[in-house]
């Protein structure tokens, strides 16, 4: 657990340019919100899921919640070297699991699309970077090095090294080279996934023209003289 609570410690230092001051440390120690909700989140997992106690990590992670915005159910697992960017609105689910040196910005969810029971919620692999607001919801996977636009609701898995966008949310970028843990999401470098609709709605119109044309061609030509 403390090893794991170091890693996510060098993570800030490591994703986040502003903590790169000569008091980094003591902001990231005292003021850093997602560092706070991932540290106490460490000790409720211990917790619940090494001791097995009820109610106190839960009733904990309530109030974790209230001082830094972020929600974390002590069930999830999650990989070290995490970093949660301003953290405000972050939710995570019971049965989420994460791997290593994943970035999550604020307002981001993995969740449950409905009551069921079991696994519910999302997992995802090693160095993934979900954008601010992004939704991630149900028990699908979201592959290695994958990259999560701002915004984008994700319903459905995710291969590996891939960029999704959108609502739904549907891949825009497939890169085959190996993907760093510390490669940040540059959100103003993402696919604008409006264009790409208009451009395929646009092929679409021209394609039903011809077709039309084609039609209109043919019942002339199969009249009588």
Known sequence: MWRNIAKDYKA?????????????????????SGFHAVFWHRINHFLHAKLHIPFL???????????????????????PGIFIDHGMGVVIGETSEIGRNVTLYQGVTLGGTGVERGKRHPTLGDNVVVGAGAKILGNIRIGNGVKVGAGSVVVHSVPDHCTVVGVPAEIVRKEGK???????????????????????????????DHLEQELKDKNRSEKPA
Do not use: C, M, N
Request: proline share 8%.
């Open 57 to 79: 990590p839960r009733y904990v992670a309530q109030w974790v919640r209230l001082f830094t915005g972020v929600e974390i159910h002590p069930g999830a697992k999650i990989g």
């Open 178 to 208: 190996k993907i760093s843990g510390e490669t940040l999401l540059d959100h103003g470098d993402l696919p604008d996934p409006v264009k790409e609709l208009k451009r395929r709605i646009y092929h679409l119109q021209k394609e039903i």
């Open 12 to 32: 800030v230092f490591r994703r986040d340019p502003a903590a790169r001051t000569p008091f980094g440390w003591l902001e990231v120690l005292l003021i850093y």
